[in-house]
């Protein structure tokens, strides 16, 4: 007998039949003799619609706390709808919202990040032989606030409630039957991986595959939760998320990430003096705007370029703030592109190996893609390219470094 979490995402319970389906998945995991508590999200496309219904009262800014009331409603659907099935079909099971189980997060509406979450309700449930249906994405703060996690959240949920309870697999189940080299709707001849290291996957994540939410592996990694994505419409062993072993001949580059999200901002010909990068991020970072990647050229006439990268729908406030701080510098002239895409190979293998950078960039150059900034880590490269570049740069990358094939 195993305890085990499964996380089941939109697309798994986007209609009626769905959630009837998964209930039965859930159930057959209990005949194998398992304790299961199920995390779900909202039905597909719920939390886009009720984002929406906000921003038609809020205009754009809507944020904060009430925010996050209207957001958690779409979990709360569907862990009542999922609990319905399960115990019409005589399996006993409880729903349970975030607060409800007192999942306690820190007070950043929005993107609130869990603190602990207290087992015990869990446990007593699961003895008595239930199954716990928790709504993901969502937590309570220390004032008894309801928060959500980002989107993405319900995959943080069910990583954290399993290393709560200690679980034997968290299983997250979803659209895909696992983790591929990039995502498979943009390169078909994307191949699943049977495992990836954390520490691979972590850079996928937070470089733009939205597979797994970048929190989920991080919680993973740290609290050692064998973490598993699988897919709801197939049977497979998925992708298994492992540390890293030494026995694994590792490849160079294990997957390649994308992100559509983000924009450029340049600000050219700012007096090349010390100080001018602190004057340019300070005010950005002031207004909470996060900075990806920053490019400063080699000043020429006194003078120098300097660009960025931020979240897109941080652009036209970025664009304000630089556009003061070329007053205050005396100089310059400011520039952007929302336009853009960054494109990024991950994998532990590039440690101890040169020459990927070039290869990258020849495969780019040989489709006449250019490149507008580069940035690279111990296990990644990242490019930002023009945005219609992006299937045709995925798919020449794939192919460059032999992806499709198994090492
Ligand atoms: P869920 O609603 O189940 O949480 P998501 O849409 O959040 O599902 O995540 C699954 C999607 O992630 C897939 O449909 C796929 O398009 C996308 N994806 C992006 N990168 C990858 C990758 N490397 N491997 C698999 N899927 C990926
Ligand atoms: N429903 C939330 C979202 O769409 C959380 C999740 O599905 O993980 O982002
Ligand atoms: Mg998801």
Redesign the pocket.
Known sequence: MALIVQ??????VGSIERIEAVAEKVIASKNQGHKVVVVV?AM?GETNRLMGLANEVQGRVAHGRELDVLLSTGEQVTIALLAMALQRRNCAAVSSTGAQLNIRTDNMFNKARIQNIDATRLHRALDAGKVVVVAGFQGVDDEGNITTLGR?G??TTAVAVAAAIKADECQ?????D?????????EPN?R?LDCITFEEMLE?ASL??????IRAVEFAGKYDVPLR?LS?FSEGPGTLITLEDDSMEDPLVS???FNRDEAQLTIKGVPDRPGVAAHILGPIADENIEVDMIVQNVGSDETTDFTFTVHRNDYEKGMKVLENAVVDLGGGEVGGDPHIVKLSLVGVGMRSHAGIASRMFTALAQEKINIRMISTSEIKISVVVDEKYLELGVRVLHEAFELDQEK
Do not use: C, E, F, H
């Open positions: 996380k089941y995402g939109g697309t798994s999200s597909s993405g319900s995959d997250i189940y979803t659209d895909v696992g983790v591929y080299t990039t995502d498979p709707r943009v994307a699943r996928m733009g595959s939205k597979v797994l939410q994505v709801t997957g390649i990430a």
